[in-house]
């Protein structure tokens, strides 16, 4: 029996020479802090300090701690905080917080070692970037940590607590924030997955005995459709709970079946051809999952090809025969290109996972999920349970980005398996299942035709997309484009290529981004061809009033009006800044309530809610805060609990302009019952005058619901009304069957992008990276930059590294782990700055839309139009890999 200390107190370690470290901590220890996301050493969320170094537990076996001291999140603060932890607080370098234990233990390291030696100097952003570049955050906070460790090491946090922008910061800095995947009950077993190792196949004879068998195992349950199909490589088909993982999966290789192997078809081109195999067939239909925020549209089918879905175009025809007629007159203007988009994983740090206890007739499960309220009410109609019967909570959420607002396999899973145990289970998905089975943002490939008229008006435009969607419909795309930049005609077309691959999901401003790297190319190219400046060009082509606004911005900046282009440069190395815009609908979910209270002198607000890491806690405290002239701490703020009034999900960028409006409504009410009931007034000349009403009031409540919007200003309108009919129908839909309204007015955003290329290896270095954004008010200002930065490192991340990679033959995903699905680290972040423009959405209670999906839009196609001036070819295809750049200059296609 070997012995550590852990955190100033002596542990005994396991006997068992597999145990890892990090299950010790977490499991054996208690100390949830220390995050485990990859297993393999490369995102740095399991650090640990040994003997005051830094090392990833997750590689460290537990014996290797014996006889030395560790040190975890959670004793790096002694009696006060460090002043790393009060940086990150101060600088808001978070948002998740799933990595932050990881990168605060590698920090605290760093900045130690740098006061020793230098003081109190402060170390650059490359030596910054180069201490933290074991680590990874999904959500890409790396701005504010970057302010954050340089301003620790120059000492300006040696001194008192500072102020919070992010409600929950303390308790994520210090480990003390428990996700999903941190719940341990008493007697809690531990939940595995069964799944498909083939692509397509029917399921036979299912025989859970052996696994019920094993010592240990407290349940086994089938999580087969009724008709036993299979359609994709990970596909569940039953799971298992035991005392322990290693039980588990003993307990799932003993499960027996038979399978017979029916013909699979994987990816876009292989399931476009006529003799594909097909993967749902007519009477299978629904059962494929959804890539869209809403319900799709009717569409016909043809094999695996679900289209053409042309609802939006206008004029089709008319565009049609003016871009063939340009075709056949070699029309110069007329800019026509193919291009390529990949597989996107949302890669969420803190992995799917649930944990379900039932006592007596009552469930209660933590989910890592986007959307507390409606998870309850689904599980409540599935188990046949009265609404408060079941508890869904999800306190604090690892990251979501659209991949976990339905009700997901996990926590069928894991309810499934409680009730037969009668016992709690936790089922977390490990990283391969992550990067497999989760979802992702379909690869596309976009046929794209652009004609200016002589008057240099756009006369026609045709965007044509085939979204590889795996196992799922509804990918919206081409139709996107009928909301920008109006043309004489348009024909936009839609296609699901379905295939025997995991279904795609929601993945941030669905169907956006590709549209974007399309149509925003094609633009600059127009504006090439017409010898006009492309944010020209943009501003007489689009009128949305607030993306003029952002045009002029963009054409103010230094890195737009200093551009050189290519035909300037030589040489290996080679500069170019480019533009693009984007746009997101503004949705708001109707029922959204707020529940506004005085307990005991304190201000609580509710609401069923949830917080990913947007800074939903702080944006409500914000805004009573603001209102009462208090600060937002001495606001409590629950949510993440199905119990509570009706909040809306996480996703579409829906929250702020959903929880707002109430939350403005429920402090008018409570001012007024303050004021009638307190017991007396507050003294002459005050200057906190409700702070002593408050504290003066008996316990009071008040709850209000999401108010419509107010009529808005001329020029203002939904952009769905601009779209005509089918626009209408759209929302109509969305409404009826998603709770969805889209409002007047269009969040939007303007990327300027300054890029340098090296021409010999095709490596591409983001320089300078402008976001302007229009999106009403700005609630919570830190947290709303920390998000527009997190969204443009995100499309830095699609447009230059991230693929995902399936084997073409067998449909197994090959970069099902973080080695091989490269997302962005700290040194991948440019300079960025960020522009707010705040009008445009004074008719909204409170002024504020989303600004998650709008974000991310413009970034690949800005990216790639500086590329395009910087070494005068095009890139067609994302990612913008080193090899496709050489190519691209050699004149030729990439391997
Ligand atoms: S979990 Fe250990 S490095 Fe990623
Ligand atoms: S804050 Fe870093 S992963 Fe979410």
């Known amino acids: 029996m070997s012995t550590t200390t852990i955190n100033g107190r002596p542990e005994t370690l396991p006997d068992d020479p597999d145990a890892m470290l990090v299950d010790v901590i977490r499991e054996q220890i208690g100390l949830t802090g220390t995050k485990l996301v990859c297993g393999s050493g490369v995102c740095g969320a399991c650090t640990v300090l040994l003997d005051g170094a830094p090392v990833v537990s997750c590689l460290l076996p537990a014996k290797a701690a014996a006889g030395k001291s560790l040190t975890t999140v959670e004793g790096i603060a002694g009696e006060k905080l460090h002043p790393v932890q009060k940086a990150f607080i101060a600088h808001d370098a978070l948002q998740c917080g799933f990595c932050t234990p990881g990168f605060v233990v590698e920090a605290t390291a760093f900045h130690d070692r740098w006061r020793a030696a230098k003081g109190t ?119 298992v709970a035991a005392r322990d993982r290693r039980t588990a999966l003993a307990a799932i290789a003993a499960i027996t079946f038979s399978r017979q192997d029916l013909p699979a078809v994987i990816g876009l081109d292989a399931a476009r051809r006529e003799d594909a195999p097909v993967v749902f067939e007519k009477k299978d239909r629904k059962r494929a999952g959804n890539v869209s925020e809403g319900g799709g549209g009717p569409a016909s089918w043809k094999g695996n090809l679900r289209g053409p879905s042309a609802a939006f175009s206008k004029r089709a025809k008319r565009a049609r025969s003016w871009l063939a007629e340009a075709r056949e007159a070699r029309n110069a203007l007329l800019v026509e290109e193919t291009f390529r988009v990949s597989t996107q994983q949302h890669a969420c740090l803190e992995p799917h996972a649930a944990v379900a206890r039932f006592e007596g007739d009552e469930l209660t499960v933590h989910v890592s999920t986007q959307a507390v309220h409606e998870v309850g009410e689904k599980l409540a109609k599935r188990y046949g349970l009265a609404h408060e019967k079941v508890q869904v909570i999800a306190d604090h959420v690892g990251g979501g980005f659209g991949s976990k607002a339905a009700l997901g396999t996990e926590t069928i899973a894991a309810i499934e398996l409680a009730r037969e145990a009668g016992a709690p289970v936790r089922v977390a998905f490990d990283r391969e299942e992550e990067l497999s089975v989760t979802g992702y943002r379909p690869a596309a490939e976009l046929k794209v035709s652009l004609l200016p ?290 409002g007047a007015g269009v969040p939007s955003s303007v990327q300027v992008m300054e890029v340098e290329v090296d021409t010999w290896l095709g490596h591409v270095r983001v320089l300078n990276a402008h976001t302007g954004l229009a999106v009403g008010k700005v609630a919570a200002p830190a947290l709303a930059r920390s998000q527009a930065a997190g969204a443009v490192i995100q499309g830095i991340g699609y447009a230059l590294y991230e693929a995902r990679e399936t084997d073409p033959s067998t449909g197994h995903v090959l970069s099902a782990n973080m080695e091989d699905y490269r997302i962005p680290g700290i040194a991948d972040m440019p300079r960025l700055d960020v522009h707010f423009d705040e009008a445009g959405f004074e008719h909204v209670p409170g002024g504020s839309v989303g600004i998650g999906e709008v974000s991310t839009v413009p970034t690949s196609p800005a990216l790639a139009n500086a590329i395009r001036d910087a070494i005068g070819v095009r890139p067609t295809e994302i990612p913008i890999r080193p090899d496709r750049i050489v190519a691209a200059l050699k004149g030729r296609a990439a391997a």
């Not at 990874?136 to 300006?156: D, H, K, Q, S, W």
């Not at 303390?170 to 498909?196: F, M, N, P, W």
């Not at 909301?483 to 699901?496: G, N, Q, R, S, W």
Request: proline share 7%; aromatic share 6%.
């Open 121 to 239: 100097t402060t170390p650059s952003r490359e030596e910054i970037a180069s201490a933290l570049s074991g680590h990874l955050c999904r959500c890409g906070a790396y701005e504010g940590i970057f302010r954050a460790v340089a301003e620790a090491c120059a000492g300006r946090f040696d001194g008192n607590d500072p102020t919070a922008p992010r409600l929950e910061a303390r308790d994520k800095v210090t480990g003390l924030a428990r996700y999903t995947v941190d719940i341990r009950h008493d007697g809690q077993l531990e939940g595995v997955i069964l799944r498909s190792p083939a692509a397509h196949a029917k399921i036979r004879d299912l025989d859970l005995t052996p696994a019920r068998a094993i010592a240990g195992v407290g349940a086994a349950v089938s999580l087969l459709a009724d008709d036993g199909m299979v359609r994709f490589v990970g596909a569940p088909i039953a799971a």
């Open 453 to 742: 008229s002589a008057e240099g008006k756009l006369k026609a435009l045709s965007l044509t997309a085939h979204a590889d969607t795996g196992a799922a419909v509804n990918s919206t795309i081409a139709a996107l484009a009928r909301l920008i930049y109006p043309a004489e005609a348009k024909e936009l077309v839609d296609f699901d290529v379905l295939s025997n691959l995991p279904p795609g999901a929601p993945f941030r401003g669905p169907g956006g981004p590709p549209m974007a790297f399309a149509i925003e190319q094609a633009v600059d190219e127009a504006a090439l061809r017409m010898n006009v400046d492309p944010l020209t060009l943009r501003k007489r082509w689009d009128v949305d009033p607030n993306r003029q606004r952002l045009y002029d911005w963009a054409a103010g900046l230094d890195t737009w009006r200093n551009r050189k282009g290519a035909a300037s440069q030589s040489g290996r190395y080679r500069r170019g800044v480019g533009v693009a815009t984007g746009y997101w609908l503004y949705f708001w979910q109707p029922g959204s309530s707020v529940e506004l209270a005085v307990r005991g002198g304190r201000l609580v607000a509710s609401s069923a809610v949830q917080d990913i890491g947007t800074g939903t806690r702080s944006v409500i405290a914000n805004i009573i805060a603001r209102e009462f002239s208090l600060e937002p701490g001495d606001v409590d703020v629950r949510i993440g609990r199905s119990h509570l009034p009706k909040g809306p999900a996480s996703g579409g960028s829906r929250v702020t302009s959903s929880i707002v409006p109430p939350t403005l409504l429920a402090i008018e009410k409570l001012k007024a019952e303050i004021a009638r009931t307190a017991a007396r007034p507050p003294m002459p000349g005050s200057n906190a005058p409700w702070r002593e009403l408050i504290a003066a009031s008996p316990d009071l409540t008040v709850s209000a619901q999401r108010p419509k919007d107010n009529k808005p200003l001329p020029g203002i309108t939904s952009p769905l009304r601009q779209a005509g009919i089918m626009g209408m129908i759209f929302g109509w839909m969305l409404k009826t069957f998603s709770h969805l309204v889209v």
